[in-house]
């Protein structure tokens, strides 16, 4: 008879959804950090290849699921460490990524004449309303290896807000070049880095300062920190990314994306966020097994 005790009790408290949360993003490490952006890399690029059928290619509800899946760990991870104020500084930025998308999109500033060539669900003003899943985690995940990186050198601002605010711009080095080569969005314009412009990466300056301030000025860094070390998995999906637009640039030829994505993966290593246990395959859940 199967073991069906994991579905027996509801979490009743935030205390007790967390720790609920926590098991399950354990138990399936490798499905959620490796095979999703293994398989999404997979799905997308056979999407811009014209390999899948219409109902498969681009489908905006597989991104979107894959997309928050992906962002589990981060979500798990930081849930605890959150109070009023933190909720505060995310509802805050939520309603500037959306502010600075609208002005983006409509009047070509701060990043250059862009618009989205491929649908990523519901829209508001042409504005996906998924943005917030896709932007905040990249300042997130940004934030929390500079904490690690640093170490007691992030307990001076005028060294950890630069360094987190290159450190999102880099992400993005890594991410326009390959949702570029997706099609995902499209600068009519073409730009000098696998067709993204310049200016696409001054206005990411602009948005990344505003966003770090935010997030650094509303989150408990202590508590940050505190749960960073208890955390194995705070960071996993920092590792999915590197995987998937990794392995997406790598098909294009974006190497120069491909390097700055292999030298957040040797960030990892230095954190002990990328090791080995990742890639383990997860042994079958209780409930799978026979008494």
């Known amino acids: 008879m199967a073991d069906l005790t ?18 399950l993003i354990r138990e399936n490490r490798f499905t959620v950090s490796v095979f999703f952006p293994l398989n999404g890399a997979v799905l997308l690029v056979a999407s811009a290849m014209g390999w899948l059928p219409d109902p498969l290619s681009f489908n ?15 979500v798990a991870g930081v849930v605890p460490t959150m109070g009023k104020k933190a909720l505060a500084g ?24 862009f618009y989205y060539g491929v649908e990523l669900g519901p829209t508001l003003g042409g504005i996906p309303l998924a943005l917030p899943v896709f932007f905040l985690p990249l300042v997130m995940n940004a934030y929390l290896l500079c ?20 450190t ?16 995902f969005w499209v600068y009519p314009g073409g730009g000098a880095f696998y067709g993204v412009p310049l200016s696409n990466y001054a206005g990411w300056v602009l948005s ?52 700055v994505a292999a030298a957040f993966g040797v960030g990892l290593v230095r954190t002990e966020r990328f090791d080995s246990r990742l890639f383990r395959l997860p042994s079958p859940p209780t409930w799978w097994r026979s008494e």
């Open 6 to 23: 994991a579905f027996e009790s509801v979490p009743e408290t935030r205390r007790e959804a967390e720790a609920w949360l926590d098991r």
């Open 60 to 74: 905006p509800l597989l991104v979107l699921f894959g997309t928050v899946v992906m962002r589990a760990p981060l």
């Open 90 to 113: 995310v509802l805050a930025l939520v309603g500037y990524a959306y502010a600075i998308e609208y002005v983006g999109v409509h009047t070509a500033w701060p990043y250059g004449e």
């Open 147 to 166: 904490l690690l990186l640093l170490g007691s050198r992030a307990d001076r601002m005028a060294v950890r807000l630069p360094a987190v605010i290159a």
């Open 168 to 183: 999102v711009l880099l992400m993005d080095v890594v991410l326009d070049p390959g949702a570029v080569a997706l099609g």
């Open 208 to 259: 990344a300062t505003v966003a770090v301030v935010v997030l650094d000025r509303t989150f408990d860094r202590g508590g940050l920190l505190a749960r960073l070390s208890s955390c194995e998995f705070m960071l996993d999906d920092l590792v999915s990314f590197v995987i998937l637009w990794g392995g997406i640039n790598a098909w294009f030829g974006n190497w120069a994306a491909v390097a």
